[in-house]
């Protein structure tokens, strides 16, 4: 993992910024800091983070316009800081492209697991990039999964995709025809088995789809609602 990567909080608490700093800089992190939405916003797309800490309740632009302008043009792993009454607004962040979410009061411990969690992905990618030699490679008639590359493409047009995004697509793919309950997905692809929140699940589901069918139908249509169950990756038998 990179202890060297440079990760963004924004959050209008300065208490909380300094306690996250603390903490993050400790493992060896580069700690830039937002206190608004705005300053936020301007400095993810003017500068390269490995990952942002995004507040929820922001003055002036929220976390969720914050996060959804921000996916027009980057796919920035981000994690959501939500107070326990925003339950609603949490799902609204997960559908404009949020990676994960933790709730306030929260422990710092925990945060810097999610980052370390989160940046190991994104650190694996990277690695994975700069090697040709592709092999790890799921395949079916409309959708291409480059695994080394950690590159989706459907139809011959690449699709981008967050890492909690690809990370779902990739589990369901590895298993054709496989049924997943969400509990299961939770504990699989978020690594949550005695929190989270089932419609974390479902919300990815349908921004997935969502990408895939801007490029291709056919392959927007492999990830199937098993109602009452849960979703699974179905391939036909020719």
């Given at each position: 993992?990179d202890?060297?990567?440079?990760?963004l909080?924004?959050?209008?608490?300065d208490?909380?910024?300094?306690?996250?700093?603390?903490?993050?800089?400790?493992?060896?992190y580069?700690?830039?800091?937002?206190?608004d939405?705005?300053?936020?916003?301007?400095?993810?797309?003017?500068?390269?983070?490995?990952?942002?800490?995004?507040?929820?309740?922001?003055?002036?632009?929220?976390g969720?316009?914050?996060?959804?302008?921000?996916?027009?043009?980057?796919?920035?792993?981000?994690?959501?800081?939500?107070?326990?009454?925003?339950?609603?607004?949490?799902?609204e962040?997960?559908?404009?492209?949020?990676?994960?979410?933790?709730?306030k009061?929260?422990?710092?411990?925990?945060?810097?697991?999610?980052?370390?969690?989160?940046?190991?992905?994104?650190?694996t990618?990277?690695?994975?990039?700069?090697d040709?030699?592709?092999?790890?490679?799921?395949?079916?008639?409309?959708?291409y999964?480059?695994?080394?590359?950690?590159?989706?493409?459907?139809?011959g047009?690449?699709?981008?995709?967050?890492?909690?995004?690809?990370?779902?697509?990739?589990?369901l793919a590895?298993?054709?025809?496989?049924?997943?309950?969400?509990?299961?997905?939770?504990?699989?692809?978020?690594?949550y088995?005695?929190?989270?929140?089932?419609?974390?699940?479902?919300?990815?589901?349908?921004?997935?789809?969502?990408?895939?069918?801007k490029?291709?139908e056919?392959?927007?249509?492999?990830?199937?609602?098993?109602w009452?169950?849960?979703?699974?990756?179905?391939?036909?038998?020719?």
């Amino acid at each position: 993992m990179d202890n060297n990567a440079k990760i963004l909080v924004v959050d209008d608490e300065d208490r909380i910024r300094r306690l996250i700093r603390m903490y993050l800089e400790r493992e060896g992190y580069e700690v830039h800091e937002a206190e608004d939405g705005e300053k936020g916003l301007e400095l993810a797309l003017e500068n390269y983070y490995e990952l942002i800490l995004l507040d929820l309740m922001l003055p002036g632009i929220d976390g969720v316009e914050v996060c959804k302008q921000l996916r027009e043009s980057k796919e920035t792993p981000v994690i959501m800081l939500t107070a326990k009454g925003e339950e609603s607004n949490r799902v609204e962040g997960f559908e404009v492209g949020t990676d994960d979410y933790i709730v306030k009061p929260f422990s710092p411990r925990e945060v810097v697991l999610r980052v370390k969690a989160l940046l190991r992905r994104s650190t694996t990618n990277k690695m994975a990039n700069t090697d040709n030699s592709s092999k790890d490679v799921i395949e079916f008639p409309h959708l291409y999964i480059d695994n080394d590359a950690h590159k989706v493409s459907a139809d011959g047009k690449d699709v981008g995709l967050t890492p909690k995004e690809y990370e779902l697509l990739h589990f369901l793919a590895k298993a054709p025809n496989k049924v997943f309950d969400r509990e299961q997905l939770l504990k699989e692809v978020w690594n949550y088995e005695f929190f989270g929140d089932l419609r974390t699940v479902d919300t990815h589901v349908k921004r997935l789809r969502e990408k895939l069918s801007k490029v291709s139908e056919d392959a927007a249509k492999m990830i199937v609602t098993v109602w009452g169950v849960g979703y699974k990756f179905e391939v036909a038998n020719d």
